[in-house]
C-alpha cells in the first residue's frame, strides 16, 4: 500500500513533467524545420525561420518595444517597490498588512480586467499616447512581483548584522553597503528578473492599450499567428524559452530556485 | 536469559555502503530498562527505528516475547515509540493525539473514551484534554507523547532521546518522573540517548554503542566502574588516564611505566605491552605518604574548576593519550594552577587497556 | 501623532497604485451601474437575464471547475513526489515544473495547437504505436480546452501544495505507524489534513486564475467557446458596450475576490486548529 502510493505518486510527478514540457519542447524542433507548415516529425533541417525573424514586418520592432517596455517598467518598479518595501519594514506605516496586501493585489487580479479599466480610466484622462498606456499599465504589473522579493529578504534580514559591523568599525552606511546590500541583492535581482518576464510576456493587458504602431511582442505574435501561421512563430518561441532558461539559470546562481516560488 | 523480552539477534543494516548496525545482538528482560549509549552515527537510533519496524533489516531478525516481528509493518508490531521532539499531530488536540492509536485499530469510541481518561490522568494531563497541542509547553509535550504511546499497551516501549527538546532542570526532574510512571505501568523499555547522564538515571542496563556494535552491557554501576574499553571508559565519565609501558607482570597485575611515575593494576599483559592505565577522578587522593595498596604520582595542576559540591584540578600533561582529571571534595589549601602535587590512588580501583 | 519618516517612503509606491490601478478599478465598477441618465442596472439586466451570458458564465464555471479538478488530481500526488525527492533531484524537478510558468502563454499555447494538430506529434505518436488507424481530430474539440488549460494551470496547483507537503514533519506518518495506523488510515487522518491548508491555495488560485481566462481558450476553441473574458473583450473592443463589458468585468471581479477571500477565511481556520 505505502508503495503502491509511492508508485502513483511518483508516475504523477513524470506525468505532470512531460505534460508541462511538451507544448514547450515541441516548438524547437519545428522552427528547424525546413517545411513551411508546423507537420510533425519537422522535415530536414534549416534556419530560414530565423532568418525570416529580421524580415517579417513589425516583429523586430515589437521586440524592441517589449523589452524597452519591461526594462522601464523594471526599473521604476524597483524604485517605488523598494523605498515602499523599507517604509513597512522599518518603519512605522498605519495599517502595515494592509498596505502590504494592497500593494500586491494587482497578483491576485483578473489581468484582462486591469487593462479594461486601464483603458478607460485613460481615455477619461484624455491620455491616447499607447507608449506611455503601456508603461503606466506595466509598472503596475510589474511592482508586485518586486515587492514579494525585496519584502521577503528584508524582513529575512537580521538587522542585528548591521549594529554588528557598526561595532565592527564600520560607519552606518558602510555598515548598509557591506552587510545589508549582499544580503538582500539575490532578492532584488531575482524580483526584477520575475517582474521583467512578467511584463515582456504580459497579453490581456495589453491588448487594451496597444495601437497600429505601437504593439508588444506577444500581441504581434498572436496576430501573426491569426494571420500567416508558419514555423518563424515557432523561432521566436524557441529565442523566448531560451531566454527564459537563461534567466532561471541566473536566478538559480543566486538565490536557489525553491526560494523564488510565485506562490 | 530465560525471561527474554526482546531479542535482537544478529542485527545487520546497511545505507548504500556505510554498515551501521553490524551483526548485533540484543536481550532485554521483561520490565528492564535499557538505554542505547553511543555518539551520533553509532546507529542506536537506527537499532531503534529498526525494533520500531520502520526500517527493515538487512540480515537477521527481532523477536518480542518470543514472537519474530521482523518482517512485521510497523503498524501491526504495537511496538509505541516516543519520538525526538515527540511528533506530535499538530491538528489534533491532547485527547485527539492521545486517542489517535485506538482509533486506529478501530477501538469504538465509547470503550476509547475511559481508556484516553486514564491515560491523560496518568500523566496528569486531564485539564488540557482539549487543547491543541502546539500550545503546550515541553514538558507537557512529553507527557503527551507518553500517554500516545502507552494508551494502545504496546508490547514494548521505544524512546527516542526523549528529554534532549527540554532545558536542563526540566531534564532532570522529567527523568526522574517518567522512570517512576514507566516502572509503575511495568512496560519494558529502551532508550536511546547520547547523554550519559541520563543513561545513568534512568537505566537497569546501559549498552554503550559504537560503530554498529554494543562496545559493553552492562548495569550503570558496573559501566562506570569495570568499563570494557578505553572507547567506554572515556563515554561514560571522566578519569585520568596516562599511556605507559608494561616492565613487569605476574599474579594478576602488571606495572606499568608512565610519564609521571610506575603504577601497579590488576591486569594480564605481556612485559613491553603498550597500554593506558586510567583512574576515576574521584578515586584519587593527595597524599605523600599513603597506605599500602596505593599507586602514588607526582603531578603539576594546570587548572583549577569549582563545581559546588566537589573541585576538579586538570593536570598539566602533554596532549595525546594522557589525559588528568581528578575530584577532590575539598581543595586544600595553597593550591592553584602551577602547584605540584602528590597523587595517590588504590591499586584496586586502577584500570588498564591495551593502547589505541 | 508624529510621523515617521521612514514610514513615508511608502507614499510613491503606495500612491501609485491607488492612482493608476485602484482608480481606475473603482471607475470601472462605477461605470458599470451609471447609464447616460444617471444611475442604472440596465448593464446587469443584460447580462444576467440573457440566457446567451448566462450560459457563458456558466461555461466560464464550468471550465475552471474541471481545470482546478483536473489540476488537483494531477498535482496533488506529484506534490508529494516533488517533496520526497532527495537534494540535486528536487531542485531539477522543480525547475522542470516552475520553467513553464515563466513561458510566454503565447508559445504554451501555439505549442499546445502543434501536439494536437492533425498532423501534430500525438497524432504521429498514436499512429507510430498502432493505437489509431487516421488521424483524429484533436483540436478544436473540449477535451483539448481542458487538456490546455490544464497545462497552463498546473504549477499553480503544484506549488503550493508542495510547498506546504515538504514542510511537513516525516515522523508524523512515523508515528502514527508505530500507533498501529495502517498506511490508508494515517493518510486520511494525518498527511490529508495536515496538507489542506496547500490545497485550499492552490485550488483558490487555479480557480481564480482560470475563471478569468482568456489567451488559451481563445487560441484553442475560438469563438466556439465563449468565456466571461472573452465577452468582456468582446464587448469593449468590437461592440463598444461598455456598459455591459463593465458589469461582467464586475462579475468577474466579484468572482475571483470571493474565491480569495473565502480560502483566506479557509486558510485561517484550518491554521487555527
Keep these: 500500500m505505502e508503495r503502491l502510493g509511492r508508485w502513483l505518486s511518483g508516475g504523477a510527478l513524470a506525468l505532470v513533467i512531460l505534460f508541462l514540457l511538451l507544448p514547450i519542447l515541441v516548438v524547437i524542433p519545428v522552427s528547424f524545420t525546413e517545411a513551411p507548415v508546423f507537420r510533425f516529425p519537422p522535415e530536414g533541417f534549416s534556419l530560414q525561420w530565423y532568418e525570416k525573424i529580421g524580415r517579417v514586418d513589425g516583429l523586430l520592432g515589437a521586440i524592441g518595444l517589449s523589452a524597452r517596455l519591461a526594462l522601464l517598467a523594471t526599473v521604476i518598479s524597483l524604485l517605488l517597490g523598494t523605498l515602499c518595501a523599507i517604509a513597512l519594514v522599518r518603519g512605522v506605516v498605519p495599517g502595515a498588512a494592509a498596505v502590504s496586501a494592497f500593494m500586491l493585489s494587482p497578483l491576485m487580479l483578473p489581468g484582462l480586467v486591469l487593462g479594461i479599466a486601464m483603458l478607460q480610466a485613460l481615455r477619461e484622462v484624455g491620455l491616447r499616447d499607447a507608449w506611455w498606456s503601456l508603461l503606466l499599465a506595466h509598472v503596475v504589473i510589474t511592482l508586485p512581483f518586486v515587492m514579494r522579493t525585496v519584502l521577503a529578504s528584508l524582513s529575512l534580514f537580521d538587522f542585528g548584522m548591521v549594529d554588528a559591523a557598526r561595532t565592527l568599525g564600520c560607519s552606518y552606511p558602510v555598515a548598509l553597503w557591506r552587510v545589508l546590500v549582499p544580503n538582500i541583492l539575490p532578492g532584488f535581482v531575482s524580483g526584477a528578473l520575475f517582474a521583467f518576464i512578467a511584463s515582456f510576456d504580459n497579453y490581456p493587458v495589453s491588448m487594451f492599450l496597444v495601437d497600429v504602431r505601437t504593439k508588444t511582442l506577444p500581441i504581434q505574435l498572436l496576430n501573426y499567428l491569426e494571420i500567416s501561421p508558419d514555423p518563424t512563430l515557432a523561432a521566436v518561441s524557441t529565442c523566448l524559452i531560451a531566454l527564459t532558461v537563461a534567466i532561471l539559470l541566473l536566478c538559480d546562481r543566486l538565490v536557489g530556485l525553491r526560494r523564488l516560488a510565485p506562490v | ?356 | 501623532m508624529k510621523r515617521d519618516p521612514l514610514g513615508l517612503l511608502a507614499l510613491p509606491g503606495v500612491g501609485y497604485l491607488a492612482l493608476v490601478f485602484l482608480a481606475p478599478l473603482l471607475l470601472l465598477l462605477w461605470s458599470s451601474v451609471r447609464g447616460p441618465e444617471g444611475w442604472t442596472l440596465d448593464g446587469y439586466v443584460r447580462l444576467l437575464g440573457d440566457p446567451y451570458y448566462r450560459g457563458v458564465i456558466a461555461a466560464s464555471l464550468q471550465l475552471a471547475l474541471i481545470t482546478t479538478g483536473g489540476a488537483l488530481l494531477l498535482g496533488y500526488p506529484a506534490a508529494f513526489a516533488l517533496a520526497r525527492a532527495r537534494g540535486g533531484w528536487q531542485v531539477v524537478l522543480f525547475a522542470l515544473i516552475f520553467l513553464p510558468l515563466t513561458v510566454s502563454i503565447i508559445v504554451k499555447s501555439f505549442g499546445w495547437g502543434i501536439v494536437l494538430r492533425r498532423d501534430g506529434i500525438l497524432n504521429w505518436a498514436l499512429l507510430n504505436l498502432g493505437l489509431i488507424e487516421r488521424p483524429v481530430r484533436m483540436i478544436f474539440t473540449e477535451g483539448a480546452l481542458y487538456a490546455g488549460m490544464i497545462n497552463v494551470f498546473l504549477p499553480f496547483m503544484v506549488l503550493p501544495i508542495f510547498a506546504v507537503v515538504r514542510m511537513l514533519d516525516p515522523r508524523l506518518p512515523d508515528a502514527a505507524a508505530t500507533l498501529g495506523a495502517s498506511p490508508w488510515f494515517s493518510f486520511r487522518r494525518v498527511t490529508l489534513p495536515l496538507s489542506l491548508p496547500g490545497v485550499v491555495a492552490g485550488v483558490s488560485l487555479v480557480f481564480s486564475l482560470s475563471v478569468a481566462a482568456y489567451v488559451t481558450p481563445s487560441l484553442l476553441m475560438g469563438d466556439r467557446y465563449m468565456t466571461m473574458s472573452m465577452v468582456m473583450a468582446k464587448a469593449f473592443l468590437n461592440l463598444r458596450d461598455w456598459q455591459l463589458g463593465a458589469a461582467m468585468a464586475a462579475v468577474l471581479l466579484a468572482m475571483a475576490l470571493a474565491v480569495v477571500v473565502g480560502a483566506a477565511a479557509l486558510q485561517r481556520r484550518l491554521g487555527g486548529r
Design chain 2, 1 to 356: 536469559m530465560n525471561d527474554q523480552h526482546l531479542a535482537v539477534r544478529g542485527a545487520s543494516k546497511r545505507f548504500g555502503t556505510a554498515s551501521v548496525l553490524d551483526d548485533l545482538s540484543l536481550a532485554v528482560a521483561r520490565g528492564e530498562f535499557v538505554s542505547l549509549l553511543g555518539p551520533s552515527g553509532c546507529g542506536k537510533t537506527t537499532l531503534l527505528r529498526c525494533i520500531a519496524g520502520l526500517l527493515r533489516l538487512d540480515a537477521g531478525s527481532i523477536a518480542v516475547a518470543g514472537r519474530d516481528i521482523s518482517a512485521l509493518p510497523a503498524h501491526r508490531r504495537n511496538v509505541g515509540v516516543v519520538f525526538q521532539n515527540y511528533a506530535l499531530f499538530p491538528h489534533l488536540t491532547v485527547a485527539q493525539n492521545i486517542g489517535f492509536g485506538l482509533r486506529a485499530q478501530g477501538v469504538p469510541a465509547a470503550a476509547a473514551a475511559p481508556r484516553i481518561a486514564e491515560a491523560l490522568a496518568l500523566v496528569r494531563m486531564a485539564e488540557f484534554a482539549d487543547r491543541p497541542v502546539t500550545a503546550l509547553s515541553g514538558g507537557q509535550q512529553q507527557r503527551v507523547a507518553v500517554a500516545r504511546a502507552l494508551v494502545v499497551r504496546p508490547t514494548l516501549l521505544l524512546l527516542d532521546e526523549p528529554f534532549s527538546a527540554l532545558d536542563r532542570k526540566l531534564r532532570e526532574t522529567m527523568q526522574v518522573e517518567l522512570k517512576h510512571l514507566l516502572r509503575e505501568v511495568g512496560i519494558t523499555a529502551i532508550f536511546v540517548t547520547h547523554d550519559q547522564e541520563e543513561a545513568l538515571v534512568v537505566s537497569d542496563r546501559i549498552a554503550v554503542m559504537n560503530a554498529g556494535r554494543i562496545e559493553q552491557l552492562a548495569d550503570p554501576a558496573t559501566l562506570y566502574q569495570r568499563p570494557a574499553s578505553l572507547y567506554v571508559l572515556d563515554f561514560v565519565g571522566q578519569s585520568m588516564r596516562l599511556g605507559g609501558t608494561v616492565s613487569a607482570a605476574g599474579l594478576g597485575e602488571v606495572t606499568v611505566e608512565t610519564r609521571l611515575g610506575t603504577v601497579r593494576a590488576p591486569g594480564a599483559f605481556a612485559p613491553g605491552s603498550r597500554v593506558v592505565v586510567a583512574v576515576r577522578p574521584e578515586a584519587v587522593t593527595l597524599t605523600e605518604t599513603p597506605p599500602g595498596g596505593r599507586n602514588t604520582l607526582a603531578a603539576r595542576v594546570s587548572e583549577v574548576s569549582f563545581l559546588g559540591s566537589r573541585t576538579q584540578l586538570h593536570l598539566d600533561l602533554p596532549a595525546g593519550e594522557d589525559r588528568g582529571v581528578v575530584e577532590l571534595p575539598r581543595l586544600p589549601p595553597g593550591i592553584g594552577p602551577g602547584s605540584a602535587v602528590p597523587l595517590a590512588f588504590p591499586i584496586a580501583d586502577t584500570m588498564v587497556f591495551p593502547a589505541a
